[in-house]
Nanobody, 127 residues
Framework: DVQLVESGGGLVQPGGSVSVSCVAS????????MGWFRQAPGKERDGVAA???????AYAASVKGRFTISNDNVKNTLTLQMNNLQPEDAALYYC??????????????????????WGQGTQVTVS
């Protein structure tokens, strides 16, 4: 079975930093495109960042320069480092995986429907 388990996040002050991580099992991790999405109450689940099997990464315009996505292909772990957090960054952050997606631009264009597998999410609160 495919399992994506998020951890990290929590409460952080505006301007602060926090990271979220995702440990994947049941997939050939190095061949997958991995992504982070976030969903605030009353809003859609929108893409934040993604990294594909070639190591290419893409970011939403709202987080570019503040967030960094990275892979550890030995530990099958995806990490999103979030700096200079703002109140609008507060959301439930979801890890996602897909075996076919590839990134061709630094501007993130993926939507929720593009990813096959999902974690349960981890909360980031900015206050």
């Amino acid at each position: 079975d495919v399992q994506l388990v998020e951890s990290g996040g929590g409460l952080v002050q505006p301007g602060g930093s926090v990271s979220v991580s995702c440990v994947a099992s049941g997939i050939s991790y190095g061949s997958y495109c991995m992504g982070w999405f976030r969903q605030a109450p009353g809003k859609e689940r929108d893409g934040v960042a993604a990294i594909d099997s070639d190591g290419r990464s893409a970011y939403a315009a709202s987080v570019k320069g503040r967030f960094t996505i990275s892979n550890d292909n030995v530990k099958n772990t995806l990490t999103l480092q979030m700096n200079n957090l703002q109140p609008e960054d507060a959301a439930l952050y979801y890890c996602a995986a897909d075996p076919f997606l590839r990134i061709y631009s630094d501007r993130l264009v993926f939507t929720r429907a593009d990813f096959q597998y999902w974690g349960q999410g981890t909360q980031v609160t900015v206050s």
